[in-house]
């Protein structure tokens, strides 16, 4: 239980295109969801935190028309990078908040981008 | 963003080995979780504590809530070569009013056969 998945797995594509990602939570309900971005040999940096129905809370310093954030249903959320430039290159993790307390997090497979 | 002091930073231990690393704050958490992550892959959930106090063991991993709430350890037991990878600590603060979670800066560990 609590699995969650992401698509594209890795993804490269020209400075200036616009990449969307998929996070699914496969077996549960998920009414909060998270978007991370990690840099090598790095720590999780949380980008938002996204609510199902409602606008996603962007952290501070993260331009939220750069990355758009659309929680439309308990299973999916979407991160589209739009305008992409090398230095939006990264890998972006996703999590869903679930689990028998509620309070547990867990994490898709993530999305290597590379921007040329 | 903010982040959580975790310890050691890296490691290099014998197979067979016991490995302990811990993460600590100055602010009160009312949750821990520790994820361990692989190269190229998302961190995968291992232990989660909700309790001062708790400890909760999966297999040979054991972890605790300090009873300060304000760090937590992460024991293993008898280390194997598929303990490679890194160890994440993560804490809930009493003031996130979204369940959002600061994550620890990792322990990288690696075990020689």
């Known amino acids: 239980g609590a699995v969650v998945s992401q698509h594209p797995s890795w993804v490269i594509c020209k400075s200036g295109t616009s990449v969307k990602i998929e996070c699914r939570s496969l077996d549960f309900q998920a009414t909060t969801m998270f978007w991370y971005r990690q840099f090598p040999k790095q720590s999780l940096m949380l980008m938002a935190t996204s609510n199902e129905g409602s606008k996603a809370t962007y952290e501070q310093g993260v331009e939220k028309d750069k990355f758009l954030i659309n929680h439309a249903s308990l299973t999916l959320s979407t991160l589209t990078v739009t305008s992409a430039h090398p230095e939006d290159s990264s890998f972006y993790i996703c999590?869903?908040?679930?689990?028998?307390?509620?309070?547990?997090?867990?994490f898709g497979p993530g999305t290597r981008l590379t921007v040329t | 963003g903010q982040q959580l002091n975790q310890s050691p930073q890296s490691m290099f231990i014998q197979e067979g080995e016991d490995v302990s690393m811990n993460c600590t704050s100055s602010s009160i958490f009312n949750t821990w979780l520790w994820y361990k992550q692989d190269p190229g892959e998302g961190p995968v959930l291992l232990i989660a504590l909700y309790k001062a106090g708790e400890l909760t063991s999966n297999g040979r991993l054991t972890a605790q809530f300090g009873i300060t709430r304000k760090d937590s350890f992460l024991n293993i037991s008898a280390s194997i070569p598929s303990d490679v990878g890194i160890y994440f600590c993560a804490g809930q603060p009493t003031t996130s009013g979204t369940y959002k979670y600061i994550f620890g800066t990792g322990t990288r560990l690696k075990v020689l056969a």
């Open positions: 999590s869903a908040r679930g689990g028998a307390g509620g309070y547990e997090q867990y």
